[in-house]
């Protein structure tokens, strides 16, 4: 375990007790309606032209429990949002994308363009769906005292990096909104 990365080894360590809270939650492995609709305004709202939105239950892979496509108006056609649909399933290994990387961070992850950070300029997301933008925040179950999730907005175009600011209050409107959302959860379990 010495090639893992710190993200890593904190995800690995974390798994049992996060796949057992998800799996209670219900979130672990099935479409969630409420989080579907939060991850549509989220993209709606974002200001990022054709984002894609996930709320995202990360264990021994991630599982998009909430998940918006941008339809083919959004894209410019049907056949580029066909061929995006297809590209991005429900699950991603942990590998892919940036969202492993957001559940070990206690600050909101935004990157206006993704290959200006070399450590991300590489992820295979930026070949497989053609992502330049990320913003992502995590969710917390404060009970267990472990990062849960992640909601995130991605795009296929580069943002200005003075929308950097406007991004991370974005981020953390809608991450508190997301929150709610799970912590509503975890009460009802009580």
Sequence with gaps: MSDLTRTQRTLHAQTPHRM???HQLGLADRP??????FTTALARDSG???ALAMANAISDRQFFTGMHLPSGDELGSAAEADALAA???RVMPLEH?????TLDRTKALILPDVCMKPDFAGNEVVDLVGIRTYMGIRLMDKEMGIAL???CVVGRDIRPMEDGRRMLDYMKERGAQGQYLLDRRIDALS
């Design 97 to 101: 994308g940036y969202c492993p990387e």
């Design 48 to 50: 990022v032209p054709g």
């Design 87 to 89: 590209a991005v399933g």
């Design 149 to 151: 999730m992640t909601i």
């Design 32 to 37: 969630d309606e409420e989080f579907d609709r």
């Design 20 to 22: 057992a809270r998800l």
